[in-house]
C-alpha cells in the first residue's frame, strides 16, 4: 500500500485536507494523526474491520484495549452506559485535554475495540487537527499510539513513517505533539477511583479537582505487572529501545552528586568490557560525564524532560550504541509519568542507590 504523508497545519490545519482524511477514516481507512501527547492510529470506532486492522498493523495484542477519541458530549453519551457524577468534575475542567476516563461501555462499542472488556476508555484531545479530524469524520475515532507495539510512542511524524509506512492509508505531519507522553488514564467504574497510568495531567491535579483521593498502584508507577484485566496494556512491555537500557533512580533527587557517581561508574564498568555507552542524563548533570552523553532537559522542567523522552529513546536506537544509562526523575508532577515509562523502557532494569 502507498501511505499518504499529507502536511497539516498544526494550529489551523486546513479544512480541505482534514475532509480528505476524514473521508478516509468513514470509508474504513487508518489515519495516523496528531494528538496533543503523542501520535495516534485512527479508525471509526463502529467500523470493526477498520478496527481489526489496528491490531494487525500494530502487531497488537487483541486483548490491549483502544482509546476512543471524541469531539463532542453527543458522543460520549453513545458510547457509555452511564456517566457518573464525579466525572464531570474531571470532563469539565479537563476536556479537551490529556485525560482518558475509563465508563461502562454502551451495546454500540464493540468488543474488538475493548479487548473484550465490559468498559471503555474514552478522552477528548485537545490537538486541532485530532479535534477537527474526529468532527469531520462524524464517528468517535478508536486509537492507540501509531508505534508498532513495544516500541516508544511517536511523538513526530518521522516516528510514524519509520513504523508504519505503507502498512495505512494515510499519514497527517503536523510536526511535534506537545506534551510527548500518553495521556493519563483513571478508572472511575471503582470506589474510589484508581489510576491506570500516569500521564501529563498529574495526580495532585487530579485530586483537586475530584476533591477525594485516587488510588495509585504499584503497576501505575511502572514497578509491578498486573494479573487483572484492570488495564490491560500494562502487562506488555512498552516503549522500549531495542538495545539495553540501565535506569538508575536515585531515593533523592536533591543530592546530584551520588547520581553522577554511579552513572559514572557503570559507564566505566561497560566500557571496558567493550561496549560504546551512551549516558542520557539531564542538563544539570551532562557536563559531568567523561562518556558520550545527551540531555533530556531540565530537572527543573520536567514538560520538556516528558517531551524529549521518546525522540532520544529512538534516537538511541539509531546510534551506534550498545547500551544507554538514563538517569531518573523526581516522581512528582508529571515525574510520575516519566518514571513509569523509563522503568518500563528499561524492562526493570533498575539501579536504586
Ligand atoms: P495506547 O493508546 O497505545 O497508549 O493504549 C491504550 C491503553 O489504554 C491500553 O494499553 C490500556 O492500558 C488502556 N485502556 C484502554 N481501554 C481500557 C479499559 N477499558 N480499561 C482499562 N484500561 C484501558
Ligand atoms: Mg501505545
Known amino acids: ?63 490491549n484495549p483502544l482509546i476512543v477519541h471524541i469531539s463532542s458530549m453527543r458522543q460520549l453519551d453513545k458510547l457509555v452506559k452511564e456517566v457518573p457524577d464525579k466525572a464531570y468534575r474531571l ?11 475509563i465508563f461502562k461501555k454502551s451495546d454500540d462499542v464493540p468488543h474488538t475495540v475493548t479487548g473484550g472488556l465490559e468498559t471503555v476508555a474514552i478522552r477528548m484531545p485537545a490537538h486541532p487537527v485530532a479535534l477537527n479530524l474526529i468532527k469531520l469524520s462524524d464517528c468517535p475515532i478508536a486509537a492507540p499510539s501509531a508505534n508498532l507495539a513495544g516500541r516508544p510512542s511517536p511523538t513526530n511524524p518521522k516516528h510514524v513513517i519509520e513504523d508504519l509506512s505503507g502498512k495505512i492509508e494515510v499519514i497527517i505531519d503536523a510536526g511535534d505533539t506537545f506534551l510527548g507522553v500518553e495521556s493519563t488514564i483513571i478508572n472511575l467504574t471503582t470506589n474510589p477511583p484508581v489510576l491506570l497510568r500516569p500521564g501529563p495531567l498529574s495526580v495532585e491535579k487530579i485530586r ?13 508507577r511502572g514497578l509491578a505487572e498486573i494479573e487483572t484485566a484492570m488495564s490491560p496494556g500494562t502487562k506488555y512491555k512498552h516503549y522500549a529501545p531495542r538495545k539495553p537500557l540501565v535506569l538508575v533512580e536515585s531515593s533523592d533527587y536533591r543530592d546530584l552528586s551520588r547520581l553522577i557517581k554511579k552513572v559514572m561508574e557503570l559507564c566505566h564498568e561497560y566500557s571496558k568490557s567493550k561496549k560504546k555507552v551512551l ?71 533498575i539501579i536504586r542507590i
Open 1 to 63: 500500500m502507498i501511505t499518504r504523508i499529507i502536511k497539516v497545519d498544526p494550529i489551523n490545519p486546513e479544512p480541505d485536507k482534514l475532509r480528505y482524511c476524514a473521508e478516509v477514516i468513514r470509508s474504513g481507512g487508518l489515519v495516523a494523526f496528531p494528538t496533543e501527547t503523542v501520535y495516534g492510529l485512527g479508525a471509526c470506532v463502529y467500523i470493526e474491520d477498520a478496527v481489526k486492522k489496528i491490531f494487525t498493523v500494530k502487531n497488537r495484542p487483541m486483548d
Open 208 to 220: 483537586e479537582l475530584l476533591g477525594e483521593d485516587i488510588i495509585i498502584p504499584e503497576f501505575a
Open 91 to 101: 470532563i469539565n475542567k479537563a476536556w479537551p485535554g490529556p485525560l482518558t476516563l
Open 279 to 349: 549516558i542520557i542524563a539531564s542538563d544539570e548533570t551532562k557536563d559531568h560525564y567523561h562518556c558520550p552523553t545527551v540531555s533530556l532537559g531540565s530537572r527543573k522542567n520536567l514538560a520538556s524532560v516528558a517531551r524529549n523522552l521518546y525522540k532520544t529513546l529512538r534516537l538511541f536506537d539509531e546510534l551506534d550504541y550498545d547500551i544507554a544509562i538514563i538517569e531518573g526523575f523526581e516522581e512528582k508532577g508529571i515525574g510520575l509519568a516519566i518514571m513509569n515509562r523509563l522503568r518500563k523502557a528499561s524492562g526493570m532494569n
